[in-house]
């Protein structure tokens, strides 16, 4: 029997905020703040506004960093009543340089970053202050980062959240050098693809993860794992719909590609938006689209209004 789900009107986004150095052309620096589940979660209150509760959930320290990242929340309206202090830890920090192309690469410096003590003792934030939310949107990085023996009890949470009409989504986003082996990230992604109520995976990072050898053979093994609805992320060849109702039409399309830096992200939060509000499966991909079509015409994680 399927779980009746109630309406959405708060949502929790789960995950590591991090300080962002962004190389530029000329030599400059800029400093900002972001993470996957963050850019979601401003892109979705940005759509939002005050109609919906967007909420982020992280742990940040006492430095003036991680006040510089509650600034960035409270800067965006996001509500901040589900943070974590940690008296001993810093946030994470990574450093993004860009091609002529767009392609972003990395470099982190994360391993002892406040956000990997998320649900530990101890702790103020527990999962029954998660329990209040009508809708979880978490991904691949947040699992990536908590400790298997917090995994698990997450995992158990969302099986009763789901349970009690709650609605979990979920983007695997895999970052290889986050997990301890691929073995055991195949294997937490599975089950979280599960669990999902709404799966947001993007192509590339289902073959990195998995193997598959092409888009069916990554949609047949997602159907596999019991995934029903959401879409399949395909960059500039638009979403495809994993329930295989409907197909994207009204798609955007984007000359020159400024920076792809979250281009996964705001497609999440344009898709989570449409559907929150009530919106068809096809308005939900368009919707998603067209937000990432736009912020990658621009540098930068979050882009001005």
């Not at 409270?74 to 392609?103: F, M, Q, W």
């Not at 101890?122 to 990536?144: E, H, K, R, V, W």
């Amino acid at each position: 029997m399927t779980t009746q789900k109630r309406p959405i009107s708060s949502v929790c986004c789960i995950g590591e905020v991090m300080i962002e150095l962004v190389n530029g052309k000329d030599g400059d620096i800029a400093l900002g703040v972001a993470g996957d589940t963050y850019n979601t979660a401003v892109y979705m209150k940005r759509l939002l506004q005050d109609k919906t509760k967007i909420s982020y959930c992280t742990a940040l320290g006492t430095d003036p960093y991680s006040a510089r990242i509650t600034e960035a929340l409270e800067h965006y309206k996001l509500d901040t009543s589900c943070i974590e202090i940690r008296d001993n830890k810093i946030p994470g920090l990574y450093a993004v340089d860009t091609d002529d192309h767009g392609e972003r690469s990395f470099t982190y410096w994360r391993s002892d970053a406040a956000a990997r003590t998320l649900f530990q003792a101890p702790n103020q934030i527990s999962f029954d202050t998660l329990a209040q939310f009508d809708l979880i949107y978490l991904s691949g990085i947040t699992m990536a980062i908590l400790s298997p023996q917090v995994r698990k009890a997450l995992i158990k949470f969302i099986e009763g959240f789901r349970a009690n009409g709650g609605t979990f989504a979920y983007d695997s986003n895999y970052r290889h050098r986050l997990w301890e082996d691929q073995a055991t990230a195949q294997e937490v992604n599975a089950q979280m693809w599960a669990l999902s109520d709404i799966a947001l995976p993007s192509i590339d990072d289902e073959m990195d993860l998995f193997g598959d050898p092409d888009e069916q053979a990554a949609v047949t093994r997602l159907h596999g794992f019991g995934v029903s609805y959401g879409a399949l992320k395909r960059g500039a060849e638009g979403p495809f719909d994993l329930a295989g109702t409907s197909v994207a039409k009204n798609l955007n399309r984007v000359e020159k590609v400024i920076d792809s830096t979250a281009a996964g992200d705001s497609f999440n939060a344009g898709y989570l938006t449409a559907y929150v509000q009530g919106q068809s499966t096809q308005v939900q991909m368009e919707t998603g689209h067209n937000l990432a079509a736009k912020v990658i015409t621009h540098r930068g994680a979050i882009i001005s209004e």
